[in-house]
């Protein structure tokens, strides 16, 4: 029931509040932070807040699948940006095993688009938020070169929802006045997705390159075909199994096949 910004303001405030202790001890231990990371970081919660804003927007207008497509395009921008940006030697197998799991992403979720095979305005603010989502990557991991996990995390969690904030406001998009279930979803978006999935992402970005963490979360469709069937009710289709092994396939290859 929330506008895009909206929720993404909710999602990303809620974080923030329920880690600012948490965040605190931990910024104080690591005391004094390197400015230039630090802003680094708000560089990247800001990526994240343009990323937010145009595909909660987007998945609005056009199907869920199709938004979580071009949300998924986010990997070959990564890859880019650590190719051309950081002067990562990719190998041509990495290329391949990149392409696999994109496709098996497709597999998994192109039926739907398929059916609406025309980009719309949905579909392109999706398409928008997945090169957003991929320069989050690129950021994220040169901040969390000089900063901890948590510290990373929160900054650029305080600095999405800043933003969302303004976003919201300056769009008229109303910040109160929802059902109960709204806010329940909006709670559990924040404590499950951000705090308990963002933060681990920002922990794999210090030990990690982007240029593997973000094709390693392809294997968000796979996870969700498999959690619809004991939440949702939903069963496996074929396609869905196929796209899943070629998706799990890619992310293997280009694990095995990372820098020359």
């Known amino acids: 029931n929330a506008p895009g910004a909206v929720s993404g303001f909710y999602r990303m405030g809620i974080a923030a ?13 690591a005391a004094p932070l390197s400015r230039p990371h630090v802003w680094l970081a708000v560089v990247g919660g800001l990526f994240f807040a343009a990323d937010l804003a145009a595909w909660n927007t987007g998945v609005l207008i056009t199907n869920a699948a199709n938004a979580t497509l071009m949300g998924n395009t986010s990997p070959f921008w990564v890859s ?17 095993g990149l392409a696999l799991a994109m496709l098996g992403v497709f597999v998994i979720l192109g039926g739907d688009y398929l059916i609406h095979p025309t980009l719309g305005w949905g579909d392109t603010l999706a398409l928008i ?19 901890s996990s948590l510290v990373a995390w929160w900054i650029s969690a305080l600095a999405s929802a800043v933003a969302l904030l303004i976003v919201s406001v300056a769009t008229r998009q109303p910040l109160f006045g929802y059902p109960p279930t709204t806010y329940g979803s909006l709670i559990a978006i924040a404590l499950i997705t951000q705090v308990g999935g963002y933060l681990s992402i920002s922990y794999a970005l210090g030990h990690l390159p982007a240029s593997l963490v973000a094709p390693t979360l392809l294997g968000q469709p796979v996870l969700t075909a498999f959690l619809a069937v004991p939440l949702l009710g939903q069963s496996l289709v074929p396609h869905q199994i196929a796209g899943g092994l070629i998706v799990l396939g890619g992310i293997w290859i280009v694990h095995r096949n990372k820098q020359e």
């Open 80 to 96: 880019l940006g650590a190719l051309f940006l950081f002067k990562e030697k990719l190998r041509p197998a990495f290329w391949a």
């Open 17 to 29: 509040a329920v880690m600012v202790i948490p965040f605190g001890l931990s910024a104080r231990k």
């Open 129 to 147: 938020a997945g090169f957003f989502y991929g320069a989050f990557f690129l950021v994220t991991q040169r901040a969390r070169e000089k900063l």
